[in-house]
C-alpha cells in the first residue's frame, strides 16, 4: 500500500465527533459561536474602517501613533 494510505510509515488522526460524547452545553456555544461570528467580523471590520478615518487630533485622544492605526487597521477582519 503506498505511503500515507495506511500502509508503513503512515500516520494516523483519529477525531471524535461523536454527539454522545459532547455534552450539550458545549454543542449550544459552539453553535452560538457559529451564529454570532459574521456579526463580530462586520463589527472588526467597521471599527478598522472608522480608526483608518480617524484624524491626528483623534489618534493622540487615543494614544495611538499612525503606525498603531496602520497596524490594527491592517489586519483582517477575523483577526482579534
Not at 494510505?5 to 452560538?32: F, Y
Request: contains cysteine.
Amino acid at each position: 500500500m503506498p505511503k500515507g494510505q495506511g500502509g508503513e510509515g503512515a500516520t494516523a488522526m483519529c477525531i471524535d465527533i461523536n454527539p454522545a460524547h459532547v455534552s450539550p452545553a458545549s454543542r449550544g456555544r459552539s453553535i452560538l459561536a457559529l451564529v454570532e461570528a459574521p456579526y463580530r467580523w462586520l463589527e472588526r471590520a467597521e471599527q478598522r474602517r472608522r480608526l483608518r478615518a480617524l484624524d491626528a487630533r483623534a489618534m493622540r485622544d487615543l494614544a495611538m501613533s499612525g503606525a498603531d492605526v496602520e497596524r490594527e487597521a491592517g489586519k483582517a477582519f477575523w483577526q482579534a
